[in-house]
C-alpha cells in the first residue's frame, strides 16, 4: 500500500470521527484567490481541491473544511497550501497577532489554543468564538494553555490598531461610541496631527489614536536614552559620581544651563543626567551622547521591541511611533520600580518637571515624564501616578506651541485621564 492510499483511508476515518463531533465552522465556498488565514499560512482553497481530489472525496470544498484538513493532515503529508509560483510575501508581512484581550482580562491566542490541542481544530477548526467558549467552560478548568508562555495582557503594548484619525478604546476601558468619538473629534481639532497612546501599567485598558504614526518628538528622546544611560551605569559598575569634561563642541543652544559654564568645567554624571532630565539641557544631551555612544542604545530598542526609537546618523528622532514610545515608558516604569541608587536618580531627574504640559493639565498628580518642544513639535510621555492604577501615556503634536494648542491639549489630558481612571467596564 503506497503512501498515498495510506493517507486517503486515514483522511476516511478522520471524516468519519469529524461528523460525529460537534458542528465545526460554517462552511464557506472556497475562494480562487489565496488568502492569509488566521495563524498565517497562506491557503489557496481551490488549488488545494484542485490538487487533492482524495480530501475533497471525503471532506468537500468548503475552505474551512479544506484548511482544517491542511493543517492536521496536509502539511506533515507533504502537499502545498498553495501554488508554489504564487508570491506569498505580500500577505505574510500583513500577519497580525491572534492573541486577543478578553472582557475578563484574559490573554487569549485561539490559532495557538486550536494548534496545542488538536481535537479541538478537529471540532472547531479556527473558529474564534467556539474556541473562546470552549476555553472559558472547560479548557480553563482542566488548566489548558490559551497563549503562549510569553504572552500576558501586556500585549496590548505590542499590538498595533487600527486606529488612523480615530480614537479607539483597548481592552477593558469601556467607553462607549460616543465618548471615543467626542475625545476623536478634538484630537482632530488639533493643529498638525497629533498621535495619542495611553496603557494602563497593567496592559488591560487604553486609549490609541495614529499610534503607528511617525512624528518628531524633540527633547522626548531624551528619557528613553537616559533609562539606556542609568542602565549602563548600573551594570557597568559606573560611579554616578565619575567626572565628565564639558568641552567647546558640546556646546548646544536651546534648553539647560550648562552651556552657560566655562569650557573644560567638570561635572559628576549624576549631574549631567539630572540636568538633561529635569532642565532637559541639551548640552548634557550631547555630552552624555558623546559618553555613551548609539549602539547600546540602539540594541536596548531592539530588546524593548521599538524600531522608531533607534538612531540612524543624528541623536534627534522623527518618525518615532506612540505605540513604541509606550513600551519605552514600560520599561522605564519597570526600571523605576528596582529602586537601585541609579534609578532613584532617574526619578528624581524626570519626576514634577516644570516642563511639561501633563503636569499643567494634571496638577494634583506625580508625573515622571518628558517634554519636548520645536518647530513643529509639541510633546509629551510619561506615567501618570494616580490611586486608581498608573497609566502611561504619550502625546507627539506636530505643531509648535501655542495658545490654541495648549488649551486643547489640557482638555484633551483631562478627558483622557478621565476615561482611564474611571473603573473598567466589562
Same mark, same amino acid.
Given at each position: 500500500? +503506497?503512501? &498515498?492510499?495510506?493517507?486517503?483511508?486515514?483522511?476516511?476515518?478522520?471524516?468519519?470521527?469529524?461528523?460525529?463531533?460537534?458542528?465545526?465552522?460554517?462552511?464557506?465556498?472556497?475562494?480562487?484567490?489565496?488568502?492569509?488565514?488566521?495563524?498565517?499560512?497562506?491557503?489557496?482553497?481551490?488549488?488545494?481541491?484542485?490538487?487533492?481530489?482524495?480530501?475533497?472525496?471525503?471532506?468537500?470544498?468548503?475552505?474551512?473544511?479544506?484548511?482544517?484538513?491542511?493543517?492536521?493532515?496536509?502539511?506533515?503529508?507533504?502537499?502545498?497550501?498553495?501554488?508554489?509560483?504564487?508570491?506569498?510575501?505580500?500577505?505574510?508581512?500583513?500577519?497580525?497577532?491572534?492573541?486577543?484581550?478578553?472582557?475578563? /482580562?484574559?490573554?487569549?491566542?485561539?490559532?495557538?489554543?486550536?494548534?496545542?490541542?488538536?481535537?479541538?481544530?478537529?471540532?472547531?477548526?479556527?473558529?474564534?468564538?467556539?474556541?473562546?467558549?470552549?476555553?472559558?467552560?472547560?479548557?480553563?478548568?482542566?488548566?489548558?494553555?490559551?497563549?503562549?508562555?510569553?504572552?500576558?495582557?501586556?500585549?496590548?503594548?505590542?499590538?498595533?490598531?487600527?486606529?488612523?484619525?480615530?480614537?479607539?478604546?483597548?481592552?477593558?476601558?469601556?467607553?462607549?461610541?460616543?465618548?471615543?468619538?467626542?475625545?476623536?473629534?478634538?484630537?482632530?481639532?488639533?493643529p498638525g496631527g497629533v498621535t495619542v497612546k495611553a496603557v494602563s501599567v497593567d496592559g488591560t485598558k487604553g486609549i490609541s489614536f495614529n499610534s503607528t504614526k511617525g512624528f518628531y518628538i524633540a527633547s522626548v528622546i531624551k528619557a528613553p536614552y537616559l533609562l539606556y544611560c542609568y542602565?549602563?551605569?548600573?551594570?557597568?559598575?559606573?560611579?554616578?559620581?565619575?567626572?565628565?569634561?564639558?568641552?567647546?563642541?558640546?556646546? +548646544?543652544? /536651546?534648553?539647560?544651563?550648562?552651556?552657560?559654564?566655562?569650557?573644560?568645567?567638570?561635572?559628576?554624571?549624576?549631574?549631567?543626567?539630572? &540636568?538633561? /532630565?529635569?532642565?532637559?539641557?541639551?548640552?548634557?544631551?550631547?555630552?552624555?551622547?558623546?559618553?555613551?555612544?548609539?549602539?547600546?542604545?540602539?540594541?536596548?530598542?531592539?530588546?524593548?521591541?521599538?524600531?522608531?526609537?533607534?538612531?540612524?546618523?543624528?541623536?534627534?528622532?522623527?518618525?518615532?511611533?506612540?505605540?513604541?514610545?509606550?513600551?519605552?515608558?514600560?520599561?522605564?516604569?519597570?526600571?523605576?520600580?528596582?529602586?537601585?541608587?541609579?534609578?532613584?536618580?532617574?526619578?528624581?531627574?524626570?519626576?514634577?518637571?516644570?516642563?511639561?504640559?501633563?503636569?499643567?493639565?494634571?496638577?494634583?498628580?506625580?508625573?515622571?515624564?518628558?517634554?519636548?518642544?520645536?518647530?513643529?513639535?509639541?510633546?509629551?510621555?510619561?506615567?501618570? &501616578?494616580?490611586?486608581? /492604577?498608573?497609566?502611561?501615556?504619550t502625546i507627539f503634536l506636530a505643531a509648535g506651541d501655542s495658545a490654541y494648542s495648549r488649551k486643547k491639549l489640557d482638555e484633551a489630558v483631562l478627558r483622557i485621564h478621565q476615561l482611564m481612571t474611571r473603573p473598567a467596564q466589562p
Amino acid at each position: 500500500m +503506497n503512501r &498515498r492510499t495510506k493517507g486517503k483511508n486515514k483522511i476516511l476515518a478522520w471524516a468519519l470521527v469529524l461528523s460525529l463531533l460537534l458542528s465545526p465552522l460554517t462552511a464557506t465556498e472556497s475562494h480562487a484567490q489565496p488568502k492569509r488565514m488566521p495563524d498565517g499560512t497562506v491557503f489557496d482553497a481551490e488549488y488545494y481541491a484542485e490538487q487533492n481530489p482524495d480530501v475533497v472525496e471525503a471532506f468537500g470544498t468548503a475552505e474551512n473544511d479544506l484548511y482544517r484538513h491542511y493543517v492536521m493532515f496536509g502539511q506533515k503529508e507533504g502537499r502545498a497550501a498553495c501554488s508554489p509560483d504564487f508570491d506569498t510575501s505580500a500577505l505574510q508581512k500583513a500577519m497580525p497577532s491572534s492573541a486577543v484581550l478578553k472582557e475578563d /482580562g484574559t490573554v487569549f491566542d485561539f490559532v495557538y489554543y486550536a494548534n496545542r490541542y488538536p481535537d479541538l481544530m478537529g471540532t472547531f477548526g479556527l473558529n474564534e468564538e467556539a474556541l473562546w467558549q470552549h476555553y472559558r467552560m472547560t479548557g480553563k478548568k482542566e488548566g489548558m494553555q490559551c497563549a503562549p508562555e510569553n504572552a500576558s495582557v501586556n500585549q496590548i503594548y505590542n499590538r498595533a490598531q487600527d486606529d488612523t484619525n480615530m480614537a479607539v478604546a483597548l481592552g477593558l476601558l469601556g467607553a462607549n461610541k460616543q465618548e471615543m468619538d467626542e475625545l476623536t473629534a478634538l484630537l482632530r481639532s488639533l493643529p498638525g496631527g497629533v498621535t495619542v497612546k495611553a496603557v494602563s501599567v497593567d496592559g488591560t485598558k487604553g486609549i490609541s489614536f495614529n499610534s503607528t504614526k511617525g512624528f518628531y518628538i524633540a527633547s522626548v528622546i531624551k528619557a528613553p536614552y537616559l533609562l539606556y544611560c542609568y542602565r549602563y551605569m548600573e551594570k557597568n559598575s559606573i560611579p554616578l559620581s565619575e567626572k565628565i569634561t564639558y568641552k567647546g563642541y558640546h556646546y +548646544n543652544t /536651546g534648553a539647560g544651563s550648562i552651556n552657560q559654564s566655562r569650557v573644560g568645567t567638570e561635572f559628576t554624571l549624576r549631574d549631567v543626567m539630572y &540636568r538633561t /532630565g529635569h532642565e532637559s539641557d541639551n548640552t548634557g544631551y550631547t555630552m552624555l551622547y558623546e559618553r555613551f555612544g548609539a549602539e547600546g542604545f540602539n540594541e536596548m530598542m531592539d530588546t524593548i521591541g521599538a524600531p522608531t526609537l533607534k538612531f540612524t546618523g543624528s541623536q534627534w528622532k522623527s518618525g518615532v511611533s506612540s505605540e513604541d514610545m509606550i513600551k519605552c515608558l514600560k520599561a522605564i516604569y519597570d526600571y523605576l520600580a528596582t529602586d537601585s541608587v541609579y534609578a532613584k536618580a532617574f526619578y528624581k531627574s524626570n519626576t514634577s518637571d516644570k516642563h511639561n504640559f501633563l503636569g499643567r493639565a494634571l496638577p494634583d498628580l506625580v508625573i515622571t515624564q518628558k517634554y519636548g518642544r520645536d518647530e513643529g513639535a509639541y510633546c509629551n510621555a510619561g506615567i501618570v &501616578r494616580c490611586p486608581q /492604577g498608573d497609566y502611561l501615556i504619550t502625546i507627539f503634536l506636530a505643531a509648535g506651541d501655542s495658545a490654541y494648542s495648549r488649551k486643547k491639549l489640557d482638555e484633551a489630558v483631562l478627558r483622557i485621564h478621565q476615561l482611564m481612571t474611571r473603573p473598567a467596564q466589562p
